[in-house]
């Protein structure tokens, strides 16, 4: 089975910055294009993030573009989104997600195959 674990969600004053982590098991994340999505209270989820499985090309929503940063550690099987100057809209869910291909766009919710049960993260004015 494919799990999916969040960790590093929290709570932060504006300005501040926060590093969430997914840890997968089930999959070698080499072979996966990750991804990170948010849900805000009363709000469809949305996309944050995403790297293909080559680690060669990132993608960004227009909202957290310059401010976050998505990566991976092969070695420790983990993805990460480095939440950088954090705003009081960026309060949501944060959701890790797993692809085994994208057939158009990792915007997409129906792109990804794997979801984990996602970290609060929460920031403060």
């Known amino acids: 089975q494919v799990y999916l674990v969040e960790s590093g969600?929290?709570?932060?004053?504006?300005?501040?910055?926060?590093?969430?982590?997914?840890?997968?098991?089930?999959?070698?994340?080499?072979?996966?294009?990750?991804?990170?999505?948010?849900?805000?209270?009363?709000?469809?989820?949305?996309?944050?993030?995403?790297?293909?499985?080559?680690?060669?090309?990132?993608?960004?929503?227009?909202?957290?573009?310059?401010?976050?940063?998505?990566?991976?550690?092969?070695?420790?099987?983990?993805?990460?989104l480095q939440m950088n100057d954090l705003k009081p809209e960026d309060t949501a869910v944060y959701y890790c997600a797993a692809s085994v291909g994208w057939y158009s766009s990792p915007r997409q919710i129906n792109e990804w195959d794997y979801w984990g049960q996602g970290t609060q993260v929460t920031v403060s004015s």
Not at 12 to 36: D, F, H, I, P
Not at 63 to 77: E, Y
């Open 9 to 80: 969600g929290g709570l932060v004053q504006a300005g501040g910055s926060l590093r969430l982590a997914c840890e997968a098991s089930g999959l070698t994340l080499s072979s996966y294009n990750m991804g990170w999505f948010r849900q805000a209270p009363g709000k469809e989820r949305e996309f944050a993030a995403a790297i293909s499985r080559s680690g060669g090309s990132s993608y960004y929503a227009d909202s957290v573009k310059g401010r976050f940063t998505i990566s991976g550690d092969n070695a420790l099987n983990t993805v990460y």
